[in-house]
């Protein structure tokens, strides 16, 4: 009976010894090495055999190999070159950054933009027909799997602001989660993002972000504050800048959405008006959505106070809302399925840019439709990236020293705050039972 504790290794050198004279050996002698193998080591008889076949075929240069020769795991080579791989990493930081997924759906569109803005051109810097052919046969999970790792979020977060606005809360229609989604383009969901960084004291710009339900369309700008001067402002600034007519808007509960100015403003351009229900925030999922992945991802975290860094929200806004409205494709839910198992899934359409699901609503005439083509064709996406990341490095150049030394002073604060230990009461009792 073969030792049970004789180890890969030693396996492996016996094999080594009887395969030299199992080459050699006739028909009746191999079957008795083969005995004696099967006997030593414990193997089956197939797989004695495959391993003496397989050391007789070992180069010599490999003649110290012991457990590898045993591994029958395969490493095949990649099926993207390596210049592949290197302007798959640009078209990504180009896009922003965005997930294998949504990547993938809009390659040949990135692709395309880039060629046009000069930035991809064959026969230059690794790109050419190949490369180009490599990238667009990429499936979501291997652009994933080849990205590098987006770098670490900043660890400041953000405040909640909103403040119910009992005043006319129950004069408005209340939209649930669990509503019928819209049918056609038109109908908004509203949030303001606080650029406060840790603290809410004093004066601080906000961002008043809208979303479309039905197309994902986007629509950012910065205000000073949240007086309602600054909220109506930036509500006739968004229906003078969305390419569709505004038929419905959905606010959370905050006083900034639920005033009469507001709602004044709404019932003068006949705009259906609703509201989320209060501490629900998945009634406005998808708002809450664009606001990380649009506010917090392109803005950060930081304490903005300042007109100058205002300003250049302003800035950076519109150059984001290009890059997702035109170019970054989504999905959307279309319904529910249940696995093997019985539990409930949602189902999700293809990722398609909120460009094309607008033309695709039929809301647009031609001539719409035209002057929207012709704007996406005037975009440079390389340039879009390039200004992006130059505001954000100015916002980061402005705003992240400060913000960091205000978070060490409330730190401070807090520290002093907290009582002696000799004037904190301890239960003498409860302390002996512990």
């Known amino acids: ?11 492996v050198e016996i094999t080594k010894k009887y395969a030299a004279a199992y080459e050699a050996a006739s028909k009746k002698d191999k ?3 083969l005995d004696q193998l099967v006997e030593v080591t414990g193997w089956n008889r197939d797989h004695a055999r ?24 395969k490493n095949p080579g990649s099926r993207y070159s390596y210049n592949a791989l290197k302007i798959l990493q640009h078209v990504w930081a180009v896009a922003g950054g965005i997930c294998g997924k949504y990547l993938a759906a809009s390659m040949a569109d990135w692709l395309d933009a880039m060629e046009s803005a000069g930035d991809l051109v064959e026969g230059q810097d690794r790109y050419s027909a ?26 400041i977060r953000g405040k909640s602001t909103t403040k119910p606005g009992a ?33 809410l004291k004093g004066e601080f710009a906000r961002t008043v972000n809208f979303t479309d339900m039905h197309t994902g369309w986007v629509f950012t700008t910065a205000i000073r504050n949240n007086a309602m001067i600054h909220i109506v402002a930036a509500f006739d600034a968004f229906v003078e800048a969305v390419p569709f007519m505004v038929t419905g808007i959905d606010s959370d509960n905050g006083s900034e959405f639920i005033n009469h ?11 259906f008006y609703t509201r989320s229900r209060p501490y629900q925030k998945n009634d406005q999922a998808t708002i809450e959505s664009k606001n ?16 100058h860094q205002r300003e250049l929200l302003n800035q950076l806004w519109p150059l984001v809302c290009d890059r997702l409205n035109y170019f970054t494709p989504t999905k959307k839910p279309v319904g529910y399925t249940t696995d093997a198992v019985g539990r409930r899934r949602r189902v999700y359409d293809k990722p398609r840019t909120p460009y094309h699901r607008l033309l695709d609503a039929g809301v647009l005439n031609q001539a719409q439709k035209a002057e929207l083509a012709a704007y996406k064709t005037s975009l440079n996406v390389v340039e879009i990236a390039g200004r992006i990341s130059s505001i954000q490095q100015r916002l980061i150049s402005l705003a992240a020293a400060p913000t960091r030394r205000l978070e060490r002073e409330l730190e401070a604060q807090a520290a002093a705050a907290m009582p002696e230990a000799e004037w904190i009461k301890i239960d003498q009792r409860r302390a002996r039972a512990a």
């Open 50 to 73: 495959q391993q003496l076949r397989r050391r007789m075929r070992q180069p010599k240069g490999r003649a110290q190999a012991t457990v590898a020769v045993i591994d029958r795991r």
């Open 130 to 155: 190949e490369i180009r052919a490599e990238l667009l046969r990429m499936s979501a999970a291997t652009i994933d799997r080849h990205l590098a790792p987006a770098k670490a979020r900043d660890p």
């Open 292 to 307: 990380n992945h649009l506010v917090r991802r392109y803005g950060f975290y930081y304490r903005y106070d300042t007109a």
């Open 31 to 33: 079957t008795r090495i």
């Open 1 to 11: 009976m073969p030792d049970k504790d004789v180890s890969l290794a030693t396996r």
């Open 261 to 271: 100015e507001v709602l004044g403003w709404s019932a003068e351009r006949s705009i």
């Open 167 to 199: 005043l006319l809360r129950n004069s408005i229609s209340v939209r649930k989660a669990g509503d019928e989604v819209e049918a056609e383009p038109g109908f908004f969901e509203v949030d303001t993002v606080a650029h406060c960084g840790p603290s």
